[in-house]
Structure formats: C-alpha cells, structure tokens
C-alpha cells in the first residue's frame, strides 16, 4: 500500500471501484461543495475535484479537497501543470498530504486561450508524466532536486488520465506506458462515447501488459441531449462520439432517460472487459443522477474493504 485511501483499497483487493467528480464553484461559496457532497455521499469511492478545468478560475482542487473531507467523503484532487512551476507543485503536495488527501490526479490542464483569461501566461515547467515522476519521488522521500526529505513523505496514490479517441491512436498506448513508468497507479480515461474505438485501445493495452500495471477505470459521461452529442463530435479535439450514441439520442421520447440508458449499458460492458478496473462517472452539471446510475447499474452499496 502506497497511501491507504479507500480508491487503492478497492482496487488492490480486486473489486470493481468507482469515482466521482465534483466541479469546484466560480466562487468561495464552500456550500456548493457541500451539497454535492452530501448528495453523492456513498456512491463512490472517491471524488475528483477538478483544478481551474477549461482554464476558469474557480475554487481551488485542494480547497475544496478540504470541504470533501470535512463532509467525510474522499477527495482526488487535481494538479496540472499549466499554471505551476515545480516548487509550487511540490508544495502543494506537501500541504494537500498534511490536510489528509491521499489521492493525486496529475495533468496537462487545458490552454489558458479557452479560458476567461486568454492572455495570461502558462508555466508548464514540467509535463505531466514529468508530475507523475515528481511526485513518485515525493513518495519515497525525494524533492525533484534529488534532495532527501528530513521528515514524512507524503502518502499518495498517484492518478493519471488517457484519452484512448486523439490521435496518432497508437501513440495513446504509449503514452500510458510512459506513465505508468513514471510511476502512475491508475487511470482514468475520456468519456467513452465510442465503445468500439475504446475496445480497440483496450486490445493494445493489454497487447503490452498495462492493464496488470496500473489500474483503468473507464470514463462515463451521461449525455442529456443529443445537440450536446453533437457539438463534441463536430468541435471538441480528441473527442470521438458514434454515429450509432447520436442516433439512439436522436430518435428517443425522453433524451435524458436514454443517455443515463446507455451510460448503465457502457457499464455493463466494461464491467465484463478484461482489464477495467472500474468507471470515472463524469456527470457534467448533472451529479444528482449519479446515484441512479449506480444503483442500476449494480453498482450499489459499495463494498467495503
């Protein structure tokens, strides 16, 4: 055990794990967190809590990391790379362990050009499998200068994500690997909204044994209508949506009902794939059908170990 949290208990001891994510407010409104909180309490093992996501300024992933706790929920909070240098980085570590978080999502971030401050400057003084490096060091008790921390290291569990549907869609299993060398020990990947390029991804995955390295868990964004299926086929980079999700969202009565349908099928079958180690469950601006999707989903109550 590297950390103890209740994500790498669940899936070091086998079973099936489950995370949520929690968007931190464009405010210090702490009660926004909160009531998520409260709402989504028991249905996931963990929760990840998003760092300035689309290069928005919003409440801080470690800030409201602390609001998770306090409400007894477990936080996976968010670090990239584009608004920090590694000293910064580092110290974030270090305060987010002290405060009790155990689980770490390192990324890229996105360009500050879509945010609400297009003109500011990135840092991107490391990359991310560069942070996954970093703070696989921080673990063993080595700042990335080499320096030998004199006291507690802290105890995390290092996360990544991939995104199996960007091309060169070979290279998308080599940068996994990259991680997972740097020291990655789970993954979240995109929302799958194409299973068949998903299922082809999984094939090269576990062509080189990744699977047994680090744990998947599978992306599951439900959709709520099928102009939003749409927009992310037609303009959002490195997302692929099949002509076959548009089309059952097209011709159904109720929209919404068939995009929480089809999420719970995407889970059924990931659930019999070799290799998934669980679901990330992206409910953008829909969290409260979370708990619906679990239960249906056989998800529900979850183990405890």
Request: aromatic fraction near 6%.
């Amino acid at each position: 055990m590297k950390a103890g949290s209740n994500l790498e208990k669940m899936m070091e001891s086998g079973n099936f794990a489950v995370t949520g994510e929690i968007g931190p407010p464009k405010s210090c409104n702490g009660e926004i967190v909160r009531h998520h909180a409260k709402m989504l309490k028991g249905w996931c093992e963990s929760f990840n809590l998003t760092d300035n996501q689309t290069a928005i300024v919003r409440l801080s992933s470690i800030g409201a990391g602390q609001l998770l706790l306090e409400e007894g929920l477990e936080p996976n909070i968010q670090i990239v790379c584009r608004d920090r240098n590694r000293i910064a980085i580092q110290s974030d570590v270090l305060g987010a362990s002290a405060l009790g978080m155990k689980n770490i999502l390192c990324l890229s971030g996105d360009h500050q050009k879509f945010g609400n401050h297009p003109t500011s400057k990135n840092v991107y003084d490391v990359d991310s499998i560069q942070l996954i490096k970093i703070l696989d060091g921080m673990r063993n008790g080595y700042f990335a200068n080499g320096e030998e921390m004199k006291d507690e290291p802290p105890k995390i569990y290092i996360g990544c994500a991939a995104n199996p549907f960007a091309d060169p869609f070979e290279f998308r299993v080599t940068r996994l690997e990259k991680k997972a060398d740097a020291g990655a020990d789970f993954c979240q990947t995109q929302c799958i909204l194409d299973m068949e390029r998903f299922e082809k991804w999984m094939e090269l995955v576990r062509a080189r044994g990744l699977h047994k390295r680090i744990k998947i868990l599978g992306g599951i964004t439900p959709m709520k209508s099928v102009k939003a299926a749409r927009y992310m086929k037609k303009f959002v980079a490195g997302m692929m949506v099949s002509d076959d999700l548009i089309e059952r969202l097209d011709k159904a009565e109720d929209v919404k009902a068939e995009g929480v349908q089809i999420a719970i099928e995407q889970i059924e079958h990931l659930k019999k794939m070799e290799g998934i180690a669980g679901v990330h469950i992206m409910a953008i601006a829909w969290e409260e059908i979370v708990p619906e999707i679990c239960k249906r989903a056989g998800l529900a109550p979850r183990p405890q170990v």
